[in-house]
């Protein structure tokens, strides 16, 4: 019997993602309760997630005053992960795969660590430090010069180096090859990590108070960088647990332009939800024209 609840919180959150999220959420018995951080821009998505929660008894909706959609607000929440019987999983709401038995793997691999290490994470793809793990330490053959930092200009950067990993992984998703994405376990300090998904335990949070995560700080730098340097307790990435992270802003729309996502929801044999696409910016219209024009002059008359 395991000593704690596991508890998922997802700062909501865009249905075009949560539909899927909800999928993998739903299918995993070791998670008790999801809890949906309501930090929504959009009033129907306010109006969606609301509507989970009355018809999910584990789903729940968290408020609080002056939510704005930013990370500002974001950092507000984390007082509500306090609860020392609970192991909580901060989840992105564009996670859109989650490896079977998912949370009781993580769970059960920082129980083994406990008081060793302040964070865990699985191996994330399209995560640009678990990128640079990829490349150098797992059966994926990477040719990009990666980098191991979090804001790299292939892994975090480059959308069209996103679609080639995305479309690597959903093969191996297809063709159960997953266990190729693995990698051994690794300490993660004076590092900035991008936390797609990150675990802790609810008495370390207690234990800190604002330290774990003060109001005013980004809370991506400072948990997985300057907290860890602080406290003298470094995160970990969780190898053999393997998730997968849609977007990063600096390669979103062309992702979903490219049709990524309705590949990870036709992958677990669901119908996608449609998704607001941007205007192209004028000079990446005139770029693509520009192009376009000159495959078309290449192009052999019969």
């Not at 901060?90 to 993580?106: A, E, G, I, Q, R």
């Not at 003060?214 to 400072?222: A, L, T, Y």
């Not at 990524?260 to 036709?266: A, D, G, I, S």
Request: glycine content about 4%; aromatic content about 12%; hydrophobic content about 40%.
């Amino acid at each position: 019997m395991k000593e704690h609840k596991i508890v998922v919180v997802t700062p909501a959150g865009r249905r075009h993602y949560l539909e899927l999220l909800k999928h993998y959420i739903l299918l995993d018995d070791g998670i008790d309760e999801w809890h949906l951080w309501d930090n929504c821009r959009n009033p129907k998505d306010r109006e969606y997630i609301e509507d989970l929660a009355k018809q999910e008894p584990k789903i729940k909706v968290v408020k609080i005053n002056g939510a704005d959609g930013t990370n500002k607000s974001v950092n507000r929440f984390y007082p509500f992960c306090t609860a020392e019987d609970t192991f909580f999983i901060k989840l992105d709401d564009d996670v859109v795969y989650l490896s079977p038995n998912f949370s009781t793997s993580v769970y059960e691999a920082a129980m083994k660590e406990k008081g060793r290490y302040i964070w865990w994470s699985p191996l994330v793809v399209n995560n640009a430090v678990c990128t640079w793990l990829l490349k150098y330490h797992s059966k994926i053959g990477i040719e990009e010069p990666i980098s191991c930092q979090a804001s790299d200009d292939f892994s975090w950067k480059s959308p069209s180096f996103a679609i080639k990993l995305h479309e690597i992984f959903l093969k191996a998703m297809g063709e159960k090859r997953v266990d190729e994405f693995k990698v051994p376990d690794f300490e993660v300090s004076l590092s900035r990590f991008s936390i797609n998904c990150l675990g802790y335990f609810g008495e370390d949070v207690r234990a800190l108070g604002e330290t774990f995560c003060p109001s005013g700080v980004d809370d991506e730098e400072w948990i997985s960088a300057v907290l860890p340097s602080r406290i003298g307790k470094p995160g970990r990435v969780i190898g053999s647990v393997v998730i997968s992270h849609f977007a990063f802003y600096t390669q979103e729309q062309d992702l979903l332009r490219a049709k990524v996502l309705e590949k990870y929801y036709n992958a677990a044999f669901l119908q996608p939800e449609p998704y607001p696409l941007k205007p192209l910016p004028i000079k990446r219209r005139i770029k693509d024209f520009a192009r376009k024009s000159r495959n078309l002059l290449r192009t052999p008359f019969a």
